[in-house]
Each structure stands twice: as structure tokens, then as C-alpha cells.
């Protein structure tokens, strides 16, 4: 294992598979991130990714229900685990610490 | 309905993501790209779901999620696999001894011819691929205008080197001159070829040394000598140190022998007998290096490929330089041609390296490789198709448990792999102990089976095992795996009832042993004719022997002229049936090339050419000597002349009357056509052969005088003496060697086509076992047994027959005219005895098959118990 790092698509999904109670695959997945952040992946790297985050522990999934447009195909749902939950919340807690530190916006007239 | 296919999404793209996915993420990866695909489709419409669709399973081929076999366990099983399949393979093959023997053997020999044609045909193409040195090595030619435009020249001026030599790209520059020298060793002398080259030749091209030292031509006192020659003139004792003395120039020069080389094979670039410095080509001041008359091939050795471009431009000098100084032979441009491309041009540069060979023996070669392997391919396929009904059983079992009809044709071919494994190996064997000697002595060529130094020769042995292993192979596997296995445990499967293909193929191979057949009988018809051939002279008892020098010329007439066996001789300037010279002469006004026979008055009477009309040359009429000439009657024809003759044949200026017309004569052996000849009476003093006329029955004894005599009156020369009547010896020698070829191939080819058909009657005349039996208990003779087996047979050596003689009829004449341009023509008699050859063949062949019949017991078949 690489470490928990985590990279940036890779925390995007997570949040994404986070929003997405029951229903979030590799489509919607997909959809909800270019609805919401405007990213346009392929399909492939969304499959990459979910693999990737499955591995280090951060989601689980399950063969899911069937539907029409698939031909009748199920399709793998994937669920955030406790490890993963956690991890968005370190992640959001760094970056607030990190923001907290950030200096206020303001001309310098020293020089 | 139409629409609604033009919305599905691609189908080859699905296929491919089928192809290549992992089955367990099939599912998940396919149903995600369909749902896409059908959003976009309402979305953004058809044409760019689609694009985006390919482009999607495109993404999606990554390593992770590509299908691949993952567990251990499978791949045990596979060899496993594989090694049954060994097993098996090598068991069937002792098991079934006899076919097994015919296929091999057969593959084998065909394999050995094969490798003799290739040997012969790379040496020409691959002329000089055994110096190490092959890429990086160039030819310096150049190119100038001529009466016909501009042509390529090899010959370089040799000061040029000077100059090349300052090129920092090139490491090594090598001139090499070649000519016929004589060589004296303990009083006798000897023509061999030498080799003048720069003292840096080692460095550059590879020659195997096998005593003494790389350096020795940088010492310009010593030579490197070939096995061959080492061997003539030391016998088996170590030469290096020994003394030879070399004319050159009119001088004579001693020499100690500095190293011994390997004999070139049939694939070496340069042939030579001796290589020495060639600082021994300068002589008296005028030095080798600085004289622009002097020209040799020019070889550069240039280690890094980029430089080449640069040396081009450079080129440029080169030309100016030799311009200005020889500006009656100006250069255009100089070129690098590649080492191993020479041989490829040897046609276009004139006076290059690397001599270029006719096409004809390179296409009489593989034609034969060609029909010996198809025989034997043929065969095989026909005898591996019977041998399957013995295996017919194993073959639905194996189906039964599960083996897919892909795996059965693997089983099968790799089966296959080791009976042509086992023929090449005995192919390689067989051309080595047996084939190339026999070729080597009939075509007095060196080819060497080399499988250390040589790789292009791995290259067509692994494409001959690939070859043979797939056209043997492809048909029985994917024949004998076709079997259902119902119809097989039902004994309702009948193979090969029809045998239509197996006719056609053994037909084939009747027609090409027809074909070989007509070959040697009319080769060895032609050579028959051909030796008790009229020459159009009278060629016994008479010897002709060269003599270099006047003075000699004089005091050997002289005294042979007191001899008491000697009827009369004569001076000419060259042989009839070996050398003769052209000249040009004008008739008409019109300029043509003859050939020209210029001998004492007495010589076309010494000769026994016969007078058609005119008188021969008389001695005591001086015009005779000074302008009067003999032609042969085909001169006459050629240039539509009737005797006598009224306008004047001018010969370097000097008119000349035609006296009289001669029958024509061989003045060369048959392979070429009958020449005009102009005969012309000289005096002695141009003369340097004499022509001795002995008494009947003499010519062997004298011979041996006349040669002692000659060593005695000349020096510093080579004896080159022959009795007459057997000049074309050597002619007649290569054209034995070209008949007994094609007798041996027609041997290889009735006796491969005779073991075809041996075992195809053998097995199926135990499949037919049972109803042979039934047919004798019921009364049948050997006759109508017999019958009802040749008929088959019979018919197909009719259809060969017909076939086969027109075929033979055809490429036989076309092949005996490109070889001879005397010969007696295919004829009746080989064709007749072609036929019956065969015939006799296959009765022999099926009658050793019938014996058996006749001697089992019914009783034996036909129990069951």
C-alpha cells in the first residue's frame, strides 16, 4: 500500500460515492462529478479510481441491481466504508487547518 | 427496423471488449458503457455516442482489466499437456515403423537436395557474408559516359587511394588487383591466381588462418598461400618458411610462404590461389601508388554508418583530382556500393567484384529441391491420413473426454513437428556425409555446410521446419479432427472412402516423376549423341601444345620436324575447340565481328577441314600468305555470299580475296552455336601454339615426349599441352556431371513415388483385409484379387501419363536448348521409356503388397472371437 494518500480525482469520487447513498456507480459516479465540479473523465479512469480507492480500504461494494438502459446488466455499487468516512474527515480537517493559517487578504505598504 | 439497428452501439467494439476483458469484470464494465451510450445517444445523438463508445472500450483495455490465465494450476496442466502429446507423437512413430521410415527417409532426402540448391544459390547471393567485416565494408565505383551512356566502373584509379586514405572517417582503405601467375616450385611451374593486395587486406576481410600469422603481408617477401595450393605444391608437411619464386612482369621473384588460409567456399567474395603485397605491381620506378595508368578495386572500410553522407560530398575532390589528370578517362561521380550488394550487381558494374552467376542452374537446382519435397510432403500427407484410421478411436476419446477439435489439430501437428525435426536433422546428415560431396566433385564447387559462422542458414532451415510441418501437417489434422464421435464408436466412420484427394496428389506425383524420368533419359541421349558427335574436323592423332617465346617456338619445330613418328605440324595463334580470337573485318562497307583462326599454310590441311569449294591455301603462292583467306560455309550463309566471291574482305586495313569455302566445324564445344569463320596463312613468327601430327596411335606416347622437350626449351612458363581429340574432356566431364544429376534426381523421385504408393496399397490393403478374405472363400483367383486392386492404380498412371508426357515434352526441350545448342531434342525413346519405367514401378510396387494377400489365411481375418 501506497500510504493513505490520497490523490485529487481520487478524493473527488470519494466524496462523490459519499453524496450518492445507494446508488453510486461507475455512470453516476461519473455524472454527479460533472454536474457538480464540471470534470470530464472517462469512464475507464472512474473505474481505475473506484478499483484503486476499493483496495486501499476506503469503499466497499456489491453487485447491485439491473436495469434496462444496461441490457440487463448489474452493476457493481459501491458504498463509503468507516476507513473512508474517516478519511474525508482528516482530509477536511487539514484543509481547514490549513485555511485557518491562511494570512487575510491585504495590501502590503511595508516596501 | 432499420433505425432501431442503427442505434444499437457498435457491434465489433463490443466483440473486441469481449475479447480482451476479464470475464469477471465483464459485466460491470459492459453494463457501464451500454448505459452511457444510450445517454448520450439522446443526448448528443448517434454518431458521437458511437465515436465516444469505441473510444470508452478503447480506454478500458488496461492491464488490470485484460483476461489472462492467473492460476498455477492450469498452466501444469498444459505441459502436462504438451509432454502427452511428445509421448504420443514419438510412440505412433515407433510403433508404426514402416510409414514412419517412408516419411522420414523421404522427407529426409528431399530436405538434403534442398539444402544443396540452397547452398548454391546463397553463395551467389550472399557472396562474401563470411567477412566479419560485411557492413562496414564499401566498394569505391565510379561512373563515366561511354559509347552506350553512362556506365558504372569498379576499377578505381589506384593513386585515388592516396587521397582516401587522408578521409578520417575511413579506417581502412585495401586495393586488389587480381591475374593468373605462374609459380615455380622446385622447376616446376604452375598458373595460379594472385592476389596483389595492401598490406592492411587482413585487417579487413576474414580469412580463417590456419598456420602462421595475420602480419605476414606487411612483410612484402612473403605470401599467403590457400589449403589447396599449400597442399600441391607442399604435400602435408607445414609450408610456412618454404620458398616459391612468382613471375611477375617478366620478373622473377622469390618468396617464403608466411601463412596458410582456408579454401574459399562456394559463398567467398574473391578467388584466389595467393594473396601477396602488392607493392610487387610497381616495377623499375614506375611505382604502383603514383601511376594513373594503374587501376584496381578499391575497398573502404568505414566503421560509423552516419559518416557516409559526408564521404559523398567529399567525393567531389576525388573526381576533380583524377580529372585533371587523365582528362581523356573522365570520372562523373565515385559511389560507395555496400560489400554485400556487389555480387547482386555484378551485371550493371563493369569490371566489379563479385561475378554474377546465370540464372539457369540456380532454377534447375530449386526445381529439383522443389519436386524431391513436394513428392515427400505428398506422401506424407497420404500415408498420415491412412495411419489415422489405427488412431480413430483415440481420436473420439479424446473428443469425448473434452478436447476441442483446436486442440486435436495442435496434437496433431505438434506430432507432426517431430517427425520433420527427426527429417531435418537426417537431412542435414545425409547432404553433409553424402550430397555435397557428390555435388562438390560433379560441379567442382566448395560448398560447406557451415552452422557456426553461417546464420541465414538457421533462418532457412527453421522456415523449412515451419514450411514442412504445415503443408505436411495442416490437411490430416484438420481432416482427422473433423471425425464426430458417434460416427466413430458406431464403426460408422469410413475414412477416406472417396480418396479423391489422395488420387489427385498421387497422380501429381506420377506426373513429376515423368517428368524426371524424361529429364535424365534425354540427358543421358543427348550426351550419348553428342559424344560420337562429327567435330567437321579430323581430330585423332594430333597433339597442340603452347609455346610463349619465338626462340623456343623455332628450336622445338625444328627438332620435332627430324622426329620420326611426326607426319607434319603447323604454327597457328591459338586451339580450335578452346581458344580462338575474334577480329573485325568490313565486307560491303559493313563492319562485323568473326571469329579468326590465323595458322601456316598447312594448317586447315593438317587439320582435316574439309574443302566444300575454292582450294586450300598453297604454300609456295605468296599471295596466299599475303592476302587470301578461308572461310567456313556458315560465313557464307551469314553474310549471303556465293563462291566465288568478288569483293575484297578487309581485315586491319588489307584487302583479303576468298579463295575457298571450308564445311563447317566445331571451333567450341555444343553448347555453342556453329560461328563464320575466317581463316588466314601466316608465317612462324606470329605463331604460339604448334600443332603436331603423329602416327596413328602415337599421340599418348608423344605426348609425354613433346612435353619433356618443351621443359627443356622453355623457362619461366607453364605447359599447357592436349592431344586433340580430348579438348572438350572437360566439357564432356561437366555435362556427365549434369546427366548423372538428373538421373539421380529421377531415382530419388520414382523411388520416393514408389514409396508413396507402397504404403498407401500397404494400409490399404490391411483395411481391406477382411473383404479380400471374404472374396477368397468365396473362390475369387489371384486375378480378379488383383484386379480389383491395380485397376485403381492403373487409371491414375494413365491420367499421370498423359498429363505428364506433354508437361515433360515441354519444360525437357525448353531445358536441353538453354544447356546445349546440340542436341538430339527430347525424342520418342525417353518419353516411351518414361512411361513403361513408371508402369513397372507401380506393378512391382502393388505386386509385393499382393503377395501378402495371396499368402494370409482367411481364417485369420476373418475370426472373431
Same mark, same amino acid.
Given at each position: ?50 478499483? !484503486? ?16 438502459? !444496461?441490457?440487463?446488466? !448489474? ?19 487539514? !484543509? ?16 | ?24 469484470? +465483464? ?63 514419438? %510412440? ?42 560485411? $557492413? ?8 563515366? /559516359? ?44 604452375? %598458373? ?80 584466389? $590461389? ?74 550493371? &558494374? %563493369? ?16 526445381? @529439383? ?12 500427407? *497420404?500415408?498420415? @491420413?491412412?495411419?489415422?484410421? %489405427?488412431?480413430?478411436? /483415440? ?17 496433431? #501437428? ?39 559462422? $553461417? ?58 516423376? &515423368? ?53 607434319? +605440324? ?45 582450294? +586450300? ?11 587470301? @583467306?578461308?572461310? *567456313? ?6 553474310? *549471303? ?17 576468298? &579463295? ?12 555453342? /552455336? ?82 508413396? #504408393?507402397?504404403?498407401?496399397?500397404? +494400409? ?34 494413365? &491420367? ?11 519444360? @525437357? ?53
Amino acid at each position: 500500500m501506497k500510504g493513505n494518500h490520497i490523490g485529487e480525482l481520487e478524493e473527488l469520487i470519494l466524496l462523490t460515492v459519499g453524496i450518492l447513498p445507494d446508488d453510486a456507480y461507475g455512470v453516476s459516479v461519473l455524472k454527479e462529478l460533472s454536474e457538480q465540479t464540471g470534470r470530464q473523465v472517462n469512464i475507464s479512469a472512474v473505474h481505475a479510481v473506484l478499483n !484503486r480507492l476499493e483496495e486501499k480500504g476506503l469503499l466497499t461494494s456489491h453487485m447491485g441491481g439491473s436495469t434496462n438502459a !444496461r441490457g440487463g446488466r !448489474r452493476k457493481r455499487v459501491y458504498t463509503l466504508s468507516s476507513a473512508g468516512r474517516e478519511a474525508v474527515e482528516a482530509m477536511k480537517a487539514m !484543509r481547514d487547518k490549513l485555511y485557518s493559517q491562511l494570512p487575510p487578504l491585504a495590501p502590503n505598504f511595508s516596501a | 427496423m432499420n433505425s432501431e439497428k442503427q442505434n444499437n452501439p457498435p457491434r465489433w467494439a463490443d466483440k473486441f471488449l469481449e475479447l480482451y476483458c476479464n470475464p469477471k469484470l +465483464l459485466e460491470q464494465i459492459q453494463g457501464d458503457v451500454h448505459e452511457l451510450y444510450y445517454w448520450r445517444l439522446e443526448e448528443k445523438g448517434a454518431r458521437q455516442a458511437k465515436g465516444a463508445f469505441c473510444w470508452d472500450i478503447l480506454r478500458f483495455c488496461r492491464w488490470r482489466n485484460i483476461k489472462r490465465s492467473t492460476t498455477q494450476q492450469q498452466q501444469f496442466n498444459n505441459r502436462a499437456m504438451l509432454k502427452n502429446y511428445f509421448k504420443i507423437g514419438w %510412440r505412433n512413430l515407433l510403433k508404426q515403423k514402416l510409414p514412419s521410415f517412408i516419411n522420414i527417409f523421404g522427407l529426409a532426402t528431399a530436405i538434403a537436395c534442398c539444402m544443396v540448391a540452397y547452398l548454391f544459390i546463397e553463395g551467389i547471393w550472399l557472396k562474401g557474408m563470411y567477412h566479419e567485416n560485411k $557492413d562496414e565494408i564499401y566498394m569505391v565505383t565510379y561512373t563515366a /559516359e561511354d559509347n552506350d551512356g553512362v556506365s558504372q566502373y569498379g576499377s578505381l584509379a589506384a593513386p585515388l587511394a592516396n587521397s582516401l586514405n587522408e578521409f578520417s572517417s575511413i579506417k581502412n582503405v585495401v586495393r586488389i588487383n587480381n591475374s593468373p601467375l605462374v609459380v615455380g616450385y622446385k622447376n616446376e611451374n604452375f %598458373r595460379q591466381f594472385v592476389q596483389f593486395v595492401d598490406p592492411n587486406y587482413m585487417d579487413v576481410f576474414t580469412h580463417t588462418i590456419i598456420s602462421g600469422t595475420n602480419d605476414a603481408l606487411k612483410d612484402p617477401s612473403q605470401v599467403i598461400l590457400t589449403e589447396w595450393v599449400a597442399q600441391k605444391f607442399f604435400g602435408s608437411k607445414v609450408p610456412i618458411g618454404e620458398e616459391i619464386l612468382l613471375h611477375i612482369k617478366g620478373e622473377e621473384k622469390s618468396f617464403t610462404v608466411g601463412a596458410v588460409v582456408e579454401n574459399q567456399t562456394a559463398a567467398a567474395m574473391f578467388h584466389f $590461389d595467393i594473396l601477396i603485397n602488392n607493392t610487387h605491381l610497381s616495377h623499375s620506378g614506375n611505382s604502383f601508388d603514383d601511376n594513373w595508368q594503374n587501376s584496381a578495386w578499391t575497398f573502404v572500410q568505414i566503421p560509423n554508418q552516419k559518416d557516409i553522407t559526408s564521404i559523398d560530398e567529399q567525393f567531389e575532390s576525388l573526381v576533380k583530382q583524377q580529372n585533371e589528370v587523365l582528362p581523356d578517362s573522365k570520372y562523373l561521380a565515385l559511389q560507395l556500393e555496400p560489400f554485400m550488394t556487389l555480387s547482386r550487381k555484378a551485371q550493371n &558494374i %563493369r569490371g566489379g567484384a563479385g561475378n554474377g552467376a546465370s540464372l539457369a542452374p540456380q532454377i534447375v537446382l530449386s526445381a @529439383i529441391g522443389g519436386f524431391l519435397l513436394i513428392l515427400a510432403v505428398f506422401n506424407y500427407i *497420404n500415408i498420415a @491420413i491412412l495411419m489415422a484410421t %489405427r488412431r480413430i478411436k /483415440e481420436i473420439g476419446i479424446r473428443k469425448v473426454i473434452g478436447s476441442k477439435r483446436s486442440q486435436l489439430v495442435f496434437q496433431f #501437428l505438434s506430432e507432426n513437428m517431430i517427425t520433420c525435426f527427426i527429417s531435418i536433422t537426417m537431412g542435414l546428415i545425409i547432404a553433409y556425409t553424402l550430397f555435397i560431396p557428390w555435388f562438390n566433385d560433379m560441379a567442382t564447387t566448395n560448398l560447406r555446410i557451415d552452422l557456426i559462422t $553461417d546464420p541465414y542458414i538457421y533462418l532457412f532451415l527453421g522456415g523449412l521446419l515451419i514450411f514442412i510441418t504445415l503443408t505436411s501437417g495442416a490437411y490430416p489434422a484438420f481432416y482427422i479432427s473433423s471425425f464426430q464421435p458417434l460416427q466413430i464408436f458406431s464403426g460408422k466412420q469410413r475414412i477416406g472412402s472417396k480418396g479423391t484427394f489422395t488420387s489427385v496428389l498421387l497422380t501429381f506425383q506420377f506426373i513429376l516423376a &515423368i517428368i524426371t524420368i524424361v529429364a535424365g533419359a534425354s540427358f543421358v541421349r543427348t550426351n550419348s549423341v553428342n559424344q560420337s558427335r562429327d567435330w567437321g574436323y579430323d581430330n585423332s592423332d594430333k597433339i597442340v601444345i603452347n609455346i610463349p617465346n619465338q626462340q623456343a617456338y623455332i628450336e622445338i619445330k625444328n627438332e620435332l620436324k627430324q622426329h620420326n613418328q611426326v607426319l607434319d +605440324l603447323s604454327g597457328s595463334t591459338h586451339r580450335i575447340g578452346n581458344t580462338i580470337s575474334e577480329t573485325e573485318f568490313s565486307l560491303k562497307d559493313e563492319i562485323s565481328q568473326v571469329d579468326f583462326i590465323q595458322g601456316n599454310a598447312n594448317y586447315p590441311e593438317l587439320m582435316g577441314l574439309r574443302l566444300a569449294e575454292g582450294r +586450300l591455301f598453297n604454300k609456295e603462292l605468296s599471295s596466299d600468305i599475303s592476302n587470301s @583467306i578461308l572461310v *567456313n560455309r556458315k560465313f557464307m550463309n551469314a553474310y *549471303n555470299l556465293k563462291f566465288p566471291v568478288q569483293e575484297a574482305i578487309e581485315i586491319d586495313s588489307i584487302d583479303y580475296n576468298i &579463295i575457298g569455302v571450308v564445311e563447317d566445324f566445331h571451333s567450341e564445344n555444343f553448347a555453342y /552455336e556453329l560461328n563464320p569463320v575466317i581463316i588466314s596463312a601466316t608465317p612462324d613468327s606470329v605463331a604460339n601454339y604448334l600443332t603436331i601430327k603423329v602416327n596413328s596411335g602415337e599421340a599418348q606416347a608423344m605426348a609425354e615426349f613433346i612435353k619433356a622437350l618443351w621443359h627443356e626449351k622453355v623457362n619461366g612458363s607453364v605447359y599447357d599441352g592436349h592431344i586433340q581429340a580430348e579438348i572438350f574432356d572437360f566439357y564432356f566431364f561437366e555435362m556427365r556431371g549434369l546427366r548423372n544429376m538428373m538421373i539421380f534426381t529421377a531415382t530419388l523421385a520414382v523411388i520416393l513415388s514408389a514409396m508413396g #504408393l507402397f504404403g498407401l496399397v500397404s +494400409l490399404s490393403v490391411a483395411a481391406k483385409m477382411k473383404d479380400i478374405s471374404i472374396r477368397k472363400v468365396l473362390g475369387a483367383t489371384m486375378m480378379h484379387l488383383s484386379k480389383t486392386v491395380l485397376k485403381k492404380y492403373l487409371v491414375l498412371w494413365l &491420367i499421370g501419363c498423359t498429363l505428364g508426357l506433354f508437361l515433360a515434352y515441354m519444360a @525437357i526441350n525448353a531445358l536441353l536448348e538453354s544447356v546445349y545448342s546440340f542436341h538430339a531434342g527430347v525424342g520418342f525413346i525417353p518419353l516411351i521409356f518414361a512411361m513403361l519405367l513408371l508402369l513397372v514401378v507401380i506393378i512391382i510396387t502393388i505386386s509385393s503388397q499382393l503377395v501378402k494377400v495371396k499368402r494370409t489365411n482367411p481364417v485369420d481375418t476373418l475370426r472373431t472371437e
